[in-house]
C-alpha cells in the first residue's frame, strides 16, 4: 500500500466551477500537509501548508484535513483558467521526509 | 533573487555515460533534496542533506551518488546511466526540515538511451 494515494484524473470542469481534490494516506504519524501546484514543464510550487488538523483558506483555495479518516483536501473556489495544472498533495512527519502523491491533472475550460 | 536553479535543463546521454547534476540555492537553505519525477510515480526522493558535508540516502538512491561541498550546491552524479534513470530530476531546498517549505527547481529533463 502507497504511503499517499492520489486519483490521477485528469478532471476536467468549466470555468467558475468549485474543483474538489482529495488524497488518502496510510500512517498517522503524519503531522505536516502540503498542497503543491505544477505547471506543465516546471517545477511543484507550495500551494497551501497544513499542521495537523483542520481548514485553512487562502483565497480561493481551502485547504482541509481530518486525521481521524486520513484524508486531506484542496478545494478551489471559482477555478480559472489558469488554475489548469497538477495538484500534487504531500505529507510529513520527522524532520527531513515529505512524500508526495502521484498528483492530479486539472484543466479548467474556459 | 534566483531561487533554487539547476543546471542543464535538458540532457540526452547514452547508456553507460557518466553526468554530473547541479543543483544552487541563494535562500541560505540548511536542507536539500534531490528527487526524481516519473509518470504515475510522483515525487520519489533520491538522496538529500541537511546541511554543508552531510549527505543521506533517500527512497531510490541506487545507482545515484551526491555531494554537498559547499552550502548552497548540491551535486547528483550518475556514474553509469542506465535507461531506467531517464527521468525529470528536480532538487528542493527548505530552511529547515518538513516544517518549513521546500522551494523546488525548474527540473532537468534527463533521457538515457
Known amino acids: 500500500q502507497k504511503e499517499v494515494e492520489q486519483d490521477p484524473g485528469p478532471l476536467s470542469v468549466p470555468e467558475g466551477a468549485i474543483v474538489s481534490l482529495n488524497c488518502t494516506y496510510s500512517n498517522s504519524a503524519f503531522q505536516y500537509f502540503m498542497w503543491y501546484r505544477q505547471y506543465s514543464r516546471k517545477g511543484p510550487e507550495l500551494l497551501m501548508y497544513?499542521?495537523?488538523?483542520g481548514n485553512k483558506e487562502d483565497g480561493r483555495f481551502t485547504a482541509q484535513v481530518d486525521k481521524s479518516s486520513k484524508y486531506i483536501s484542496l478545494f478551489i473556489r471559482d477555478s480559472q483558467p489558469s488554475d489548469s495544472a497538477t495538484y500534487l498533495c504531500?505529507?510529513?512527519?520527522?524532520?527531513?521526509?515529505?512524500?508526495f502523491g502521484t498528483g492530479t491533472r486539472l484543466k479548467v475550460l474556459a | 533573487n534566483a531561487g533554487v536553479t539547476q543546471t542543464p535543463k535538458f540532457r540526452v546521454l547514452k547508456t553507460g555515460q557518466s553526468m554530473t547534476l547541479l543543483c544552487a540555492q541563494d535562500?541560505?537553505?540548511?536542507?536539500m533534496y534531490w528527487y526524481r519525477q516519473d509518470p504515475g510515480m510522483g515525487l520519489r526522493l533520491i538522496h538529500y542533506?541537511?546541511?554543508?558535508?552531510?549527505?543521506a540516502k533517500g527512497e531510490v538512491p541506487d545507482g545515484y551518488n551526491v555531494s554537498r561541498l559547499k552550502k548552497q550546491n548540491f551535486l547528483l552524479g550518475l556514474e553509469s546511466a542506465a535507461p531506467s534513470q531517464t527521468s525529470v530530476y528536480f532538487c528542493?531546498?527548505?530552511?529547515?526540515?518538513?516544517?518549513?517549505?521546500?522551494?523546488f527547481g525548474q527540473g532537468t529533463r534527463l533521457t538515457v538511451v
Open positions: 504531500a505529507v510529513a512527519s520527522g524532520t527531513y521526509k515529505y512524500i
Open positions: 528542493a531546498s527548505s530552511y529547515r526540515g518538513v516544517g518549513t517549505e521546500a522551494f
Open positions: 497544513t499542521y495537523s488538523s
Open positions: 535562500m541560505n537553505h540548511e536542507y
Open positions: 542533506s541537511v546541511g554543508e558535508g552531510t549527505t
